[in-house]
Structure formats: C-alpha cells, structure tokens
C-alpha cells in the first residue's frame, strides 16, 4: 500500500482559500480607509447614475403642480393617465412599432451576416485578410456625422427616403465594425481543434459553422446583440435625417414631437421619456451577465 503523505497545515488552509477564491488579507488601517474610500465612490457612481432615472420614472406619476412644487418627493399615487393619455393621443404605438421592427430586423440581420464573416476572419487564411478586417472596422475611428452627406445621398438614389427599409439598412452598416470586433474575439477563443476535428468526421463548412461553433459564440452573438439592440433603440440622428413622416419615424424622433406638444406638460413629458428608456435598461439588465463575459474574454482572447 502507498504510504499516505502529510500535508502541512498551512498548505491545506491556502488550498482551501484559493478554492474559495481568494485569500483574506489583514484588515489594517491603510486597508479599512481605501476600502471606505472605494465604497464611498461605487457609491456615489450608483447614485449619479440611477437618481435621474428613478427620479423621472416617479416623477410621470405625479401632476405638474406636484413636480414644480415638491420636484423631490415621492408621488402620492401610481397614476398611470399619462401613460394612457400619450399611448392613445399622440401615435405614440405607431412609434414604439416602428422601433421594434427597425431595431430587432438590423440587429439579427447584423448577427447572421456579421457572425458568418467574423467566423472566416478568426478561422481561416486567405489574401488581403488583415486588410479585409482593418477597412471593416476602420468605421471605429469616423465620426459618424462626418458620413452624413454620402449617405444621405446613397438613400435618396436608392429611393429609399422616408421607408423603414432605408433607416435600417443605415443601422446595419453603421454595426458592422462592433459586431465584428466582439465575434471575431469570440470566434477566436474557440479551440481550432473543434474544427479540424470535424473536418476528420467529414462534417462540411457550413455544418461546422451552425452546429459546432455558432452554438459555442452564443455569449458574443448575446453581447453584439445587446450592444447592436441599444444602439438602434437610441439612435436618433439618422432616423430624424432618412424620414418626415410620423409612420416610419422611431422612438427617440418622437421625443423631439413630444417636447413641442407637451411643452410644459412634464407629467406626459416624462411618461413617455420612461417609455422610451426604460426598455433597453430591462433587456441590458437581464442580459448583463453576457455582456459583461463577453468584454471580458474580448479583452483577454482578443
């Protein structure tokens, strides 16, 4: 029989610890005050960041007199006719669907194609590939109002001004540079002996893509998708540019209609502000986690 080895104590406390997943250090003097400093700062981060939110979420449920008066308190009851009265006045439905279509179309419509390329840039040698990648993500490093002329024109030859067509053909291009930036990493990250190994078993190269690797870059496509989503939902500029009529018009176009009918009428002012922001906090919020491992192994893979 093996004769059994002792294990020093100190060896099994610091196994323990790191299984634990970190070692406890020594609350001294210096350590207390930096990490009362840290908090105090997290803190204050939250609270600059969160109160003006909360503070316009609760103000749609309060009357003008309540806000201009009291502007800090909290409201006396959960009213929600302003939130009727804009849905039902002013096309704000008409908005909200031309948002969903616009939005969710570029963002899975820039995930398949975008996916299928990063997927051969990150796996496969070809000529001109670098080349190939730096003028897809070179978009990075133009500001975007610098492309206002050119693709103003492209649209109007297209005859594709004033249509949901042509606003979201301008979201998608305008994602190609993140999208492939966060999946090329990902596609990386996934080992080439998958692949090869499949290329072994005879799979084909478009069997290889949907079934082995395209499950495997779900945390890439999740955050491209996030990050695509968000962007088209904001985006203001080129959707006030590209249409002028209220049935092709976006979400953040309505706010600048809204400023002007309501005008001092803050209650439905800040409802519909709260409908406007409030639906991609809700879907970043259940898809942080994602987005926050993806950054990550962008950061290291990449």
């Known amino acids: 029989m093996e004769a059994k080895m002792n294990v020093p104590t100190n060896v099994k406390m610091n196994r323990k610890a790191n299984k634990d997943g970190f070692l406890k250090k020594p609350l001294t003097v210096g350590r207390v005050c930096y990490l009362i400093f840290a908090y105090l700062v997290l803190i204050f981060i939250v609270v600059v960041s969160v109160f003006p939110i909360l503070w316009v979420i609760l103000s749609s449920f309060k009357s003008n007199a309540a806000i201009l008066s009291s502007p800090f308190a909290l409201p006396d009851t959960f009213n929600f006719d302003a939130y009727i009265s804009v849905i039902n006045q002013y096309s704000f439905g008409t908005y909200a669907i031309n948002s969903v279509i616009i939005s969710f179309g570029a963002t899975a419509c820039s995930l398949l194609f975008f996916s299928m390329a990063a997927y051969v840039i990150a796996k496969y040698n070809f000529p001109c590939k670098s080349l190939i990648y730096v003028l897809l993500t070179l978009t990075l490093l133009v500001p975007g109002h610098t492309k206002t002329q050119p693709i103003f024109s492209l649209i109007m030859n297209l005859n594709l001004y004033d249509t949901k067509t042509g606003v979201w053909l301008v979201y998608l291009a305008n994602g190609i540079a993140m999208s492939l930036f966060v999946l090329k990493a990902t ?116």
């Open 187 to 302: 596609f990386m990250s996934i080992p080439q002996s998958l692949n090869e190994a499949a290329e072994i078993d005879g799979a084909s190269f478009t069997r290889t893509f949907w079934q082995i690797n395209l499950p495997l870059a779900k945390t890439g496509l999740s955050t491209a998708g996030i990050l695509m989503f968000l962007g088209n939902w904001n985006e203001y500029y080129y959707a006030a540019l590209l249409t002028s009529s209220a049935s092709n018009r976006t979400l953040p176009v309505s706010l600048a209609f809204f400023n002007q009918a309501f005008s001092y009428d803050y209650t439905r002012m800040f409802a519909a502000l709260t409908m406007v922001v409030l639906p991609g906090i809700i879907i970043y919020m259940l898809a942080q986690e994602q987005v926050q491992a993806s950054v990550a192994a962008t950061g290291v893979k990449g």
